[in-house]
DNA sequence: ATTAAGATAGTAATCAGTCACTATCCTATC
DNA sequence: GATAGGATAGTGACTGATTACTATCTTAAT
């Protein structure tokens, strides 16, 4: 591999300076992107210079610790998927089309930053520190709690069944995610994230289903 | 921290020597444990000599490579289970008892081998040697095809649905396992890996059933 | 006495983070 | 409007720690 310059990637401004704000945004961006092809672990700070056209040193001047930025990642994350998941609820007629409508606008959202899920369900970052596990804790049990909370409005109108446990339900959910991304890592983009995800969401839509009325979509 | 020595871990005999054929096992068998506390790149081969009272260098006596560790380490994996898997398919009387049985024994093996999940549904490992990534796409497909074969059974006997798409409901039976597992890790112990799983299964199992004969367990 | 497991002491590479300095931008002053 | 000068983004060389892996010597076990 050649010493990387800042003019290799022709994309970027040859010497452009940028602002500390727009920086650090990009910093983000980046980060996630590169965490995407290899895992969040693989990813050092020297990556991020040069896919950026940067020096390594430059990185620090905008945050003090890589962990830092695997910080301000999570958080990008989280606003994101708060405001998929709001936008997605908000255009449902009742509780089990939310689910339907956030599911896959959630994959959407996967498919178009595959950095979220390496970042997130990654077990490194969990260990390491406290900050970070507690971040990745509250995103989680955010996420969680809107669909527990979805579920139990679809107890209370009559759509799921009245003995669902909703927390269970809520986890399944995530792990029904967890399996359509590892299958999607596993054989590459062969398998369309979309499309394995329409086959496998009625069944889950089966197990929460109340049987009364099962004329409803 | 003090310098680590050989004799640092007092339940360890002071100087007594193994075989080459012991150590291998018991240097794949500290590594899975490792793994479980922190991830697998977390664990360095410092880690696994001060783990068994040896110095690193020995670690290469017997493995040519780090990554041959983590090669044995998921063909030990994939032994165990399948053997688990397969004991809990021999005692069911029908497909869907199987998959219950399946499930459950699955979880009980994560739970005595808590770094199976972190090594076969590692991100990293994946990315790295071709033949790792090789024996986890193995690992995983071959399971994943076990159940879904369960699944075929079942459609034919009239346990599940006849429109069910097994391999899409296999993909589900993955998930709900690692989304169990996210979980656990999440949360500490605090959350037993079997409580959670107890109340999950029916919901899955609610999904696949056929509506027909619901008095059957 | 032979042999193989382990100890000791390395190596080269890689990593996050530092630091003195430079290039560029912004703006107050003329 | 031109420009001097302060502010700051970025450079390049560096450090110390850590890593997988190796060469050579020691010693326990047969």
Redesign the pocket.
């Known amino acids: 591999m050649p010493k990387n310059?800042?003019t290799d990637n022709a994309d970027i401004p040859r010497?452009?300076?940028?602002?500390?704000e727009e920086?650090q945004e990009e910093i983000v961006q980046v980060a996630i992107e590169l965490a995407a092809k290899s895992g969040v672990d693989?990813?050092?700070?020297?990556?991020m210079?040069n896919a950026m056209?940067?020096?390594?040193?430059?990185?620090?001047?905008?945050?003090?610790?890589?962990?830092?930025i695997w910080l301000a990642a999570i958080r990008w994350i989280r606003i994101g998927l708060l405001s998929v998941v709001e936008t997605a609820a908000a255009r449902s007629e009742n509780p089990l089309e939310a689910l339907e409508n956030i599911f896959f606008a959630h994959l959407s959202f996967i498919s178009r930053h595959p950095g979220f899920p390496r970042i997130v369900f990654s077990d490194q970052l969990l260990r390491r520190d406290t900050r970070l596990k507690q971040l990745i804790q509250e995103v989680i049990t955010g996420y969680e709690g809107k669909i527990a909370a979805i579920l139990t409005q679809a107890k209370a109108t009559g759509f799921a069944r009245p003995d669902l446990d909703e927390s269970s339900a809520a986890t399944l959910f995530i792990g029904m995610i967890q399996g359509l991304v590892l299958q999607w890592n596993l054989f590459g983009s062969q398998r369309a994230l979309p499309e394995a995800a329409k086959k496998v969401f009625p069944i889950y839509l089966d197990g929460i289903r109340s049987r009364n009325n099962e004329e409803q979509v």
Chains 1, 2 share one sequence.
């Open positions: 310059t800042p010497k452009r300076r940028k602002g500390a920086r693989a990813v050092t700070t020297q990556d210079a056209g940067l020096t390594q040193g430059a990185i620090f001047r905008h945050f003090p610790t890589k962990d830092e």
